[in-house]
């Protein structure tokens, strides 16, 4: 079982649609990041979260560390927000930092 | 401008064959990693380095070699090309504890023949 679990794996919605992708981790972190790629493209940071939540323009990112949990909400979906979203979360392991990736979530948005 | 720049970009080689990609990045960041991303297994780390000369093995490093020399550059090796090793392949770098934003290359296409 992956440390970074997230869901749904595909996510199809229609423009204007609120989004939510999920994140579930099961040992303690130091941080989330969640991350973008589109099709054929490279990847983006959105968000390094600890703590609450951040505000970007239409994304929001929020964590609840107790709960072991991150959320990605897109607000008025927009078909150029279709791409895949990942969240990678900072595990610290004998004394190094490792990044550890969940599998991803395919988002499309169909005008 | 980016702050982490791969190379090559793309590249064909025949089975057997050593590759070396090369990662740089001018962030002065202490940590940098190495993935392999292929259909329906998202990104899989390869190896990591949290410094000059000390890096350590991810959950795909059979058949991979890495070395970081200077903070700069991080040197993916594939000693004997294989087929199964046909994939793109990202490196990133963040800051100590990852206090601030990751760098992602733009990914190295590899097609091994």
């Known amino acids: 079982k992956n440390e970074v679990e997230q869901s749904p794996q595909n996510l199809t919605a229609q423009e204007g649609e609120f989004i939510t992708i999920n994140c579930s981790y099961s040992?303690?972190?130091?941080?989330l990041h969640w991350l973008q790629q589109h099709p054929g493209g490279g990847i983006v940071s959105l968000f390094m979260?600890?703590?609450g939540k951040k505000k970007h323009g239409r994304l929001i990112a929020t964590i609840n560390i107790q709960e072991k949990h991150s959320s990605l909400h897109i607000t008025a979906s927009h078909p150029r927000d279709s791409a895949v979203y990942i969240c990678a979360a900072e595990i610290l392991i004998q004394g190094a930092q490792k990044l550890v990736f969940g599998q991803g979530t395919r988002l499309t948005i169909n005008p | 401008d980016a702050g982490i720049t791969q190379s090559p970009r793309h590249k064909v080689t025949e089975t057997g064959t050593p590759v070396t990609l090369r990662c740089h990045q001018t962030?002065?960041?202490?940590?940098m990693y190495w993935y392999r991303q292929d259909p329906g297994h998202g990104l899989r780390l390869i190896h990591y380095s949290y410094g000059v000369k000390d890096t350590d093995k991810g959950e795909v490093s059979d058949g991979y070699s890495v070395s970081r020399s200077k903070t700069e550059d991080f040197l993916l090796t594939l000693e004997s090309a294989t087929s199964s090793q046909t994939s793109v392949y990202f490196c990133?770098?963040?800051?100590?504890?990852?206090?601030?934003?990751?760098?992602f290359g733009e990914g190295s296409r590899l097609t091994v023949l």
């Open positions: 040992v303690g972190i130091s941080a």
């Open positions: 962030e002065n960041h202490r940590y």
């Open positions: 979260l600890s703590s």
């Open positions: 990133a770098s963040g800051g100590q504890g990852y206090t601030g934003e990751l760098f």
